[in-house]
Nanobody, 117 residues
Framework: VQLVESGGGLVQPGGSLRLSCATS????????MSWYRQPPGKERDLVAV????????NYADSVKGRFTISRDNAKNTVYLQMNSLKPEDTAVYYC???????????WGQGTQVTVSS
């Protein structure tokens, strides 16, 4: 099983980034996909989640209206479009896969996002 995040980096406040999480080794379409983030010295928190068919989507209040989660089941990839970035969005962003049925759960290795002028 592999979940590989990409697209992180350094961006100025107000800028945008698009994170990708390419997966393999499991049946992607049977897993709910999420993005979490962990700021320095803080706990890992849920940012956004999308259900298996992409019908159900939820966001943390802090990113509503700025971030968009999406998935491409043909490419086994989940995305996070991040707009109007703020310094407080600085964190390591992790991709997570949660089985629709059962308790299997997988994590990516994380990608750093730094919002700074």
């Amino acid at each position: 099983v592999q979940l590989v995040e990409s697209g992180g980096g350094l961006v100025q406040p107000g800028g945008s980034l698009r994170l990708s999480c390419a997966t393999s080794g499991f049946t992607f379409s049977s897993y709910h996909m999420s993005w979490y983030r962990q700021p320095p010295g803080k706990e890992r928190d849920l940012v956004a989640v999308i259900t298996t068919a992409g019908v159900g989507i939820n966001y943390a209040d802090s990113v509503k209206g700025r971030f968009t989660i999406s998935r491409d089941n043909a490419k086994n990839t989940v995305y996070l479009q991040m707009n109007s970035l703020k310094p407080e969005d600085t964190a390591v962003y992790y991709c997570n896969a949660q089985a629709e049925w059962g308790t299997r759960r997988y994590w990516g290795q994380g990608t750093q996002v730094t919002v700074s002028s």
